[in-house]
C-alpha cells in the first residue's frame, strides 16, 4: 500500500482546511484508515479513524472541528479540518491498518504539514 497525503498549509486560526490522502496498491482488508499528526518536540498523536464498518472515531480536541470522510471509488481518504487552532498545527499523516492473517501491517504517508497561525 502507498499513501500520498496533500493539501497541508498556512492558515489563520479559525479558518479550514482539507487534507486528501491518496491510497494505491493492495487495498483488501483494510482494517481502518487514520489520520495522525506530531507537533514539533511530541509524540505523534492518532487525530481520527474511519473503520472499516463505516464508523468513525476522533481525538477529544477534535472533536466537532474535523470530520474524516472517505471515498472508496477514488481510493481516497479526507479530514475536512474547521475552526482551526494554533494548537492544531503538526505534520499530518495518513495510515492505513490492514490485516492479512495472521499479520497486522501498518502503511505511513509523508505527512503533509499544517501551520495554524494566531
Known amino acids: 500500500v502507498q499513501l500520498q497525503a496533500s493539501g497541508g498549509g498556512l492558515v489563520q486560526a479559525g479558518g479550514s482546511l482539507r487534507l486528501s490522502c491518496a491510497a494505491s496498491?493492495?487495498?483488501?482488508?483494510?482494517?481502518?484508515h487514520n489520520w495522525y499528526r506530531q507537533a514539533p518536540g511530541l509524540e505523534r498523536e492518532l487525530v481520527a479513524s474511519?473503520?472499516?464498518?463505516?464508523?468513525?472515531d476522533y481525538l477529544d480536541s477534535v472533536k466537532g472541528r474535523f470530520k474524516i470522510s472517505r471515498d472508496t471509488d477514488k481510493k481516497m481518504v479526507y479530514l475536512q479540518m474547521d475552526n482551526l487552532r494554533p494548537e492544531d498545527t503538526a505534520v499530518y499523516y495518513c495510515?492505513?491498518?490492514?490485516?492479512?492473517?495472521?499479520?497486522?501491517?501498518?502503511?505511513w504517508g509523508k505527512g503533509t504539514l499544517v501551520t495554524v497561525s494566531s
Open positions: 495510515n492505513v491498518l490492514q490485516y492479512h492473517h495472521p499479520r497486522s501491517y501498518w502503511f
Open positions: 474511519f473503520l472499516s464498518g463505516g464508523t468513525t
Open positions: 496498491g493492495n487495498l483488501s482488508n483494510i482494517v481502518s
